[in-house]
């Protein structure tokens, strides 16, 4: 009879999901818990990663920490940088000037936040303030290409707060180095051909291409698209979500710097007549992509798109095409099996959302995974909850980007604003926040991916209204000395820190403080 503990976990799949939740897992459950638990991932030969998604979120500084990384090697190896945020170009009407940020900094002079909102209709000295740049200080130091830290400041902490840019067939490569030297992740290299299950359903034990038998207590789905375990076996079925998120098709390119000048410490997000292009930059090179509705443009026209975009320069340069629906699984978690990363779904990567998405469902099965294999049931309907919201959030959260859009001039933008497209959900919320700003008690779930401040950076953005009141002479004349206040300190803050580059060099030749 089949011991009910869990011992035995396997990992089906590489790339960033595979080695990251296989890390996530050896880190938290194996060395820091001191259970007795080994790490298998068995990784195809032939199935290469996907590769698009080169944004991380501030999560990523925990992750590497977690995993016991020098932040120094992985930004030496991984082609790795800064971002502090993202810069919308052309969502809200279009124009050459038209743009806004989303920074990774919570607002920090107007708290509560309800009272930032009242400066935005009222006749103050704030004509060279956008909603974000009146919030905290990192608009100003990504349009001055600064670096969020210093070469002083200790690994993994900031003056700002920051995320990464990152190569991420390099992130894979060094990640998955790291798990089986360090951290003692069996690694095979086989494809999956069966699936063997015992009388309840749940896998017993996976086939090999050489035949060999893995067997395992708990499953982890990593493959990607492909779906190896959630689809080929269980065939969890696909929630299509292209009637909200139009975008299903990708090109992405490498693009290198005609010299080594300035690295943006922030993601570009250019809108087109169909879509969006990405424009992040890393070390030696820049990874462009446009991002498209095969509705709305042509294959052949999307390229058109984003050649124009790139210039002469691009003529030459091969283009790597990525189809997908936007969505994700009824269900993630089924028996003993779960599904993470592509295989869970996909959606645009408009909020770097994708290695998120891989950070949280790794660290919640690390905290949940029970002892016994017979509790595992418990864990099933829990995950599937949170996750089903985690990703109806995702998915309301990019589509506020689209719909509160006053661009008329294609089909896609046009449709992007019917209520037909728009999630309940999110119509409700704006319906709400029109006659009052919103506010802490509308983000009372823990599970909650996008918290109010993000909400209030790209609606105000995007010139979203709000009705308000008058709040008197007494508070405007407390929000104006705020804002003068403000505009000091941020001089103060960018006369303090480098060029991204500089910092980068810097990092390169010397490292950093280990904390």
Known sequence: MRSDSIKNIVVVGGGTAGWITAGILAA?????????????????????????????????????????????????????????????????????????????????????????????????????????????????????????????????????????????????????????????????????????????????????QDNTELPGDFYIDCSGFSGVLIDKHFHIPFADRSEVLFCDRALAVQCPYDQAGAIASHTVSTATGSGWIWDIGLQSRRGVGHVYSSRYCSDSDAEQVLRRHLGEKSRDLPIKSIRYTPGHRERFWVKNCVAVGLSAGFVEPLEASSILLVELSAYWIAEKLPLRRSELWRCEKQFNDIFQYRWNSIIEFLKLHYCLSSRKDTPFWRDNTSASSIPASLIDKLERWKEKSPSVLDFLSRADVFPLESYCFVMYGMNFKTSTHDPGKNRLEKIQAKIDQYRKETDKVLAFLPQNRTLLNAINEHGLQRI
């Open 28 to 208: 938290k459950c194996a060395l820091e818990q001191g259970r007795n638990l080994t790490v298998t991932l068995v990784e195809s030969p032939t199935v290469g990663t996907v590769g698009v998604g080169e944004g991380t979120w501030p999560s990523m500084r925990t992750t590497l920490k977690d995993l016991g990384v020098c932040e120094a090697d992985f930004i030496r190896a991984c082609d790795a940088t800064f971002k502090q945020g993202a810069r919308f170009n052309r969502w809200v009407d279009g124009s050459e000037s038209d743009f806004y940020y989303h920074p990774l900094m919570l607002p920090a002079y107007f708290a509560p936040l309800n009272s930032l909102i009242h400066w935005l209709g009222c006749d103050l000295n704030t004509e060279d303030l956008s909603y974000s740049t009146a919030s905290c200080y990192q608009e100003a130091a990504c349009e001055a290409g600064l670096a969020p830290k210093a070469i002083t400041t200790p690994q993994y902490q900031g003056v700002l707060n920051y995320a990464y840019h990152l190569d991420t067939h390099k992130f894979s490569e060094f990640i998955k180095k790291h798990c089986i030297e360090t951290l003692n992740v069996v690694h095979k290299v086989s494809d999956v051909t069966g699936v063997r299950t015992e009388e309840d359903g749940a896998i017993s034990s996976l086939i090999l």
